[in-house]
């Protein structure tokens, strides 16, 4: 992977082990060569990766769309910024720049960015990895419901699968870098036999 698009929070919790894992991360892609793909802020958890990055001597690209500038405000120091209309079109842009996906804590807009990109997995759009950085156990829930949708049958094991996490981000790098999925339509067929 060369770029790996990060989804994250615009807000900081304060925790210590979430700075560590963004500070171990940051060091992970630098040293790998690997390019920042992100939301284009400066704040929360944005904007500490993407300083974690640019201090360690990487690169930090970008996305925001105009209406979130003053909002969000975007990072002054990027090695490229990209300024869009609308939401979609920062989202797609993102997708289009990175070999991967990496969801770290963040709150609801951070959900809607994981949850598209699997989708997207799913029903074959795009066959990039799509990793959780599960820090201090914050993702377990979540982690969890998608266990709870396959014990339901509205999730077939195989598509629970494709959600790769780890707490430790040289671990989740690896499965990243190792993951591979055949996307041969299998969701669009005998969708009541899970």
């Known amino acids: 992977m060369k770029n790996i698009c990060i989804f994250c929070g615009a807000n900081f919790s ?39 990055i640019l201090n360690k001597g990487g690169k930090a690209i970008g996305v925001i769309p105009q209406f979130l500038m003053t909002n969000e405000i975007a990072h002054p120091n990027l090695t490229e910024l990209h300024v869009v209309e609308t ?45 959780i950085l599960n820090v201090n156990g914050f993702y377990d829930l979540l ?19 494709l959600v790769l996490s780890s707490d430790d981000p040289i671990e989740l790098i690896s499965l990243m870098n190792n993951f591979k999925v055949d996307n041969d339509g299998a969701w669009f067929r005998d969708r009541n036999l899970i």
């Open 14 to 52: 304060g925790d210590p082990l979430l700075e560590q894992a963004i500070n171990q991360l940051a060091e992970i892609m630098v040293n790998n060569n690997i390019v920042l793909i992100f939301g284009g802020g400066k704040v929360g958890v944005m904007g500490m990766i993407a300083d974690a």
């Open 87 to 131: 939401m979609h079109q920062r989202k797609q842009l993102m997708s289009d720049l990175c070999d991967g996906f990496i969801t770290m804590p963040g709150g609801l807009g951070t959900m809607e960015e994981f949850f598209e990109v699997l989708t997207w997995l799913q029903l074959g759009l795009h066959n990039r990895p799509v990793g």
């Open 143 to 161: 982690l969890k419901q998608l266990d709870v949708m396959v014990e339901q049958h509205f999730l077939k094991p195989v598509n629970r699968q």
